[in-house]
């Protein structure tokens, strides 16, 4: 009995990618930073909040590689943080966000070489292609939030406390201003 060895060795070829690319989002710094958990000023919470979600789409097609890779009869191979990620503890999520960006650009190249070397492989093209159309809009998005113009302008000087409040000079204002009844503290 003769066995076909070129499907062996393209599964193999197959799980070889899928593992490289299950590798690199299981293990990516947006995973990272939501383990590390960096400090974030109020303006950059939307940036905060893209990072997170980025991180657990990271996680989720990573998932979907795993299970790819199982039902390919293969193992997934076991991976762990770049020992590098670790001078990113205790920094802010505004001074990692370029380094964010640039991680994300490496991820969808390598994602999109993972995708030319399954064209035998149908399913686990269209699942990489998918993963490749995530991370390109994700490196779009936090592009957008680094670009200059968009960072929010610093915070609007308040009042201090020892000003006294101004009534309104219009009858509308002053209405609504009398509306809500005024306390006044005297020092006895």
Not at 24 to 41: G, K, N, Q
Not at 94 to 119: G, I, M, N, W, Y
Request: hydrophobic share 40%.
């Amino acid at each position: 009995m003769k066995i076909d060895n070129r499907h062996i060795t393209r599964r193999d070829h197959s799980v070889e990618a899928l593992n490289r690319l299950f590798t690199l989002l299981d293990c990516s710094l947006a995973r990272y930073l939501s383990f590390a958990r960096p400090w974030v000023r109020r303006r950059y919470l939307l940036l905060d909040a893209v990072a997170r979600r980025m991180s657990y789409e990271h996680e989720i097609f990573g998932r979907r590689l795993a299970r790819l890779i199982s039902d390919r009869r293969g193992m997934v191979q076991s991976c762990v943080f770049p020992i590098g990620f670790t001078s990113y503890n205790d920094l802010s999520l505004e001074f990692l966000a370029p380094q964010l960006l640039e991680h994300q650009r490496a991820l969808v190249v390598t994602a999109e070489e993972s995708s030319k070397q399954l064209d035998e492989d149908l399913e686990a093209r269209r699942v990489v292609n998918k993963i490749v159309a995530s991370l390109q809009r994700y490196a779009e998005l936090l592009q957008e939030l680094l670009s200059p113009n968009r960072v929010a302008p610093p915070p609007v000087i308040e009042a201090s406390v020892d000003e006294a409040p101004r009534r309104p000079d219009s009858s509308v204002g002053r209405k609504r201003f009398e509306q809500f009844p005024v306390e006044t503290h005297t020092a006895a």
